[in-house]
């Protein structure tokens, strides 16, 4: 995959890729995106790590992460499934 950047910086990432990463079909992640349920954000690295950017996009329960390096070139990738909290009492 790789992400591409508008004029303004932003970047752009094509869907039907994220859908298939969210295992959803294209008119569901559009749906979740049109409902603001589709969060994103980007750290860009410093010391080591300088050059890359971390993007993220969380759907619910799912969080898909890229690094991508200097060229917006995808380097790594996971999905992961977040967990419920504990409530703090187990049962008898």
């Known amino acids: 995959m ?8 932003d970047f752009i990432l094509e869907s039907s ?3 298939e990463r969210f295992g959803l079909s294209l008119a ?3 749906r ?3 409902h603001g349920s589709v969060v994103s954000s980007v750290e860009i690295g ?3 790590h300088e050059g890359t950017k971390r993007v993220s996009l969380r759907l619910g329960n799912r969080v898909w992460q890229a ?3 200097d060229e917006n070139e995808v380097q790594q990738e996971q ?3 977040l967990r419920g909290k504990l409530s703090g009492r187990y049962p008898r």
């Open 2 to 9: 790789r992400i591409e950047r508008d004029s303004n910086g």
């Open 17 to 19: 890729e994220l859908a």
């Open 28 to 30: 569901d992640l559009r």
């Open 32 to 34: 979740h995106m049109r």
């Open 46 to 48: 410093t010391a080591e």
């Open 67 to 69: 690094v991508l390096n």
């Open 79 to 81: 999905l992961t499934i």
